[in-house]
């Protein structure tokens, strides 16, 4: 059904006006001399039309073929190329529309130069012509009852016809393909007019047709954006949608299904707009999707599941899944039963969507052509909405939103797609306007006598994995600590080659080979050739041996995790978090065109069961005693006892999803819940004697109240001042003292919720402490001011305490003065307790 004839917008008067002169005086240099045709079309009959999408180019160029019927002094045959096959139908339509003095005619079913007039036009595209296929071939071949292209296009040539070509969306066609391009286009059409049209000039690939060709664009017709915002045929405004939570939750949401809530949150608002005002048009959401990977899911079906879980009628959703358009695929912009559109043709595809005002894209590749091409589709304007442009800031704008696969750079990346798709759209026109929208040597800092591996772990993956894991470099003495305080690179650096040598030393030649139990006699043989015996004094009371804890027998696994599971049930929140389904969050939207234009929406964005579940795993690994699945089905029976004892429904994956929630929420409750059964589980044993001799280096300065009666080798600077602390000490609290080494079987451990073992420094026989053999333990840490006392692996220690006995003493050194340390439960940090001394050894805590 025709709209009627459309008046021309002024600027849509200039271009017309300005191509038609070009023509007309290239016309007149045919004319003149004809013998320069090839040169004179080459050089000077190429015109290039740049103008914004929406902006009405179909119709500009139709306007020129119909003003120059009669106008030259030769008739001309127009070819023009559409880039794809749906576009072919939609210039044909608006040609006979709008341009009725033009006769449109089809390439592959007429072929006959009799009957030709002025201004007839043949539309199709580039492919079915000058590419190797079929359609292509039968069309290049002359049979008994019609003429091949080439021969038709001689024959008229012959008959006095001036060949013009149009290349809509002519940036399509000079990339790779230049080469073959250029061929048909020099040896079969030989036009003596070219007018290429686009929304995407594109320099480098218009240079290499150029180039091939041989070419000069030696006229361009730019239409600036501004006109076409001022003739009602474009938005106003280009609004960036940025989604924004609390960390907390930022790994709880699926990103794709938030931001496709975001756009269809932004389309609701639209339609509302349009009833409020009284306009019978359903606006359209545009959906971009990433090509089908080989062997992988369907995109469309992916996204189409997503959309319906956030509420879009199944029935209101359409979609395009060939690789390109079909012939009807422009209709689906015109359905108004259809609200969303999920397509995943290549970005620069030029289709008419006039209602579509949102657009969603989970595309990952997303360049220039992105801004320029895909954003051109929702900046038209509809016919409908012409007399209101300009007075309904809502209605005014088209609205974008994108996804970044990863997410994990947060801000940042939404920041960079932004700035993509603001230089992107900067090259639309010249009098673009926009503001910015806001996973060798040796590494520096190893120890002199550490070496790198062929072993390499990971990178770290954040700043806290950095942290903590240098911290524990730092403490085990394996890098020096001046390496804190350098740049992020060559803290990783050091990371790497220090964790490759601990792995290299800790990892026994046969793997991790189980303990052996070995004759004490055997244990005091020497095994260091170059190390001197220092034996157990006997004129102190020693112990024969340390009380170990030793983890739960895995016999009573069950037993352990149901205490567990009821534990942490009765102190977290977990039954307040059955109904938690969705979490709040802003949608901020910024004008790109605009530098205050800005708006924030609230969302409720739905959390993700499987985001959830695979966040909430490592809450349910922080023990390798345990199986984490025993665990979580303890805790599932556990709360389903809970729920049903207080008369509340809830379905398995409510369940589930709580529980996910309550350990991700309240890790240190699980940590607590664990810590406190398995203290009533742990076994002990002080089976193992502590040995006869100590092995260490000849001439080790002599301690007066050591075990061993001297200052053990390979203490570090903190812990050697402390043993001369003790040594020294005149009150008659200390009895003696003795190293307790990491990982000796004879030496002291707690068991921490982790199922790692905790060995403190020191072992102190203290006067009057109410302990077995009156010993307390202590911990010495370097400082109390890094980061590295405050790593969740101190937190833990700091804690528990020993079956046996109790209390550790935690200590630093502040300003030459022992510190004790405690802990903060409501800080959760380790913090200053009071000064540190001796006699205080004697109290259990």
Known sequence: ????????????????????????????????????????????????????????????????????????????????????????????????????????????????????????????????????????????????????????????????????????????????????????????????????????????????????????????????????????????????????????????????????????????????????????????????????????????????????????????????????????????????????????????????????????????????????????????????????????????????????????????????????????????????????????????????????????????????????????????????????????????RAILAGEAWQQMTQTPLFGNLPETERPAAEASTPAKPNLRPYPLRTDIDLPKGLWRELPPDPGSADKLVDDIAKLFCKTSNIVSLLQKRRTKAKMSLRDLFVSDMTEEVDLRLRLSNARVAEKAQMAFNFNDAIDPRLLKRALITELRRVVDDEGIDAEERDLRRALDLAVMGEPEKLKEAMKTAQGRNVRLSDAEPIPDSYFGPDGLPTARKSAYGVFPARLNQEEQKFAEVLDQDGTGTVLWWMRNPENERWATRMVLPSGKNFFPDFVVGVAGRATPNAIALVEIKDDGDTGRLHSDRNLDKIRVQHREYRNVFWTYRDNGEWIRARYAEGLHRIVPKDMFSVTEMVFLE
């Not at 899911?297 to 992916?302: A, I, L, N, S």
């Open 1 to 492: 059904m025709s709209t009627g004839r459309y008046a021309l917008a002024g600027y849509q008067t200039r271009a017309v006006d300005a191509l038609t002169g070009v023509i007309r005086k290239v016309a007149e240099y045919h004319d003149d001399r004809p013998e320069h045709r090839q040169e004179i079309a080459l050089k000077s009959g190429v015109t290039l039309l740049q103008a914004p999408t929406g902006s009405g180019k179909t119709l500009v160029l139709g306007r020129v073929l119909e003003g120059l019927r009669g106008a030259l002094s030769r008739p001309v045959v127009w070819f023009w190329f559409a880039p794809y096959a749906g576009l072919v139908t939609q210039t044909r339509d608006a040609i006979v529309d709008q341009c009725g003095a033009l006769r449109v005619r089809d390439i592959s079913k007429d072929r006959e130069p009799v009957g030709t007039r002025d201004g007839d036009v043949f539309v199709q595209t580039w492919s079915a012509v000058a590419a190797n296929n079929k359609d292509a071939r039968k069309v290049r071949r002359t049979k008994e009852n019609a003429l091949s292209l080439d021969d038709m296009i001689a024959t008229l040539r012959d008959d006095g016809f001036f060949v013009g070509v149009v290349i809509d969306e002519a940036h399509l066609y000079f990339g790779s393909s230049a080469k073959a391009a250029a061929d048909f286009y020099l040896n079969t059409l030989k036009p003596d007019f070219t007018v290429l049209a686009t929304a995407t000039p594109n320099d480098d690939k218009l240079e290499a047709f150029e180039a091939k060709a041989g070419i000069e664009v030696a006229s361009r017709v730019i239409v600036p954006r501004g006109d076409v915002v001022d003739a009602g045929l474009n938005k106003v405004g280009l609004m960036m949608g940025v989604i924004r939570m609390s960390d907390a939750d930022r790994d709880l949401v699926d990103h794709e299904q938030a931001t496709l809530t975001a756009g269809w949150t932004q389309h609701l608002r639209i339609k509302a707009r349009l009833a409020d005002r009284g306009i019978a048009l359903t606006p359209l959401m545009l959906v971009q999707v990433e090509d089908q990977a080989a062997g992988g899911d369907d995109p469309v079906d992916r996204v189409r599941d997503k959309l319906i879980e956030v509420g879009v009628p199944e029935s209101a959703i359409a979609t395009h899944t060939s690789g390109q358009p079909d012939p009807d695929f422009h209709t689906l912009a015109y359905d108004p039963d259809k609200e969303v559109l999920i397509f995943k043709v290549a970005v620069a595809t030029g289709f008419d969507a006039p209602r579509a005002w949102t657009l969603v894209s989970v595309r990952p590749n997303r360049g220039k052509e992105f801004g320029l091409q895909i954003v051109g589709r929702i900046m038209r304007v509809h016919p409908l909405i012409r007399p209101f442009h300009g007075q309904d800031a809502l209605l005014d704008r088209g609205y974008v939103f994108l996804t970044d696969p990863d997410m994990q750079t947060g801000l940042d990346a939404a920041v960079e797609e932004v700035k993509a798709v603001r230089q992107s759209i900067e090259l639309i026109t010249d009098r673009l306007d926009v503001v910015e929208f806001g996973n060798a040597p040796k590494p520096l800092g190893m120890s002199a006598n550490v070496s790198t591996t062929q072993y390499q772990p990971p990178v770290p993956s954040s700043p806290e994995d950095r942290q903590l894991r240098l911290s524990n470099l730092i403490e085990i003495g394996l890098v020096k600590s001046e390496v804190a305080e350098l740049p992020d690179a060559e803290q990783d």
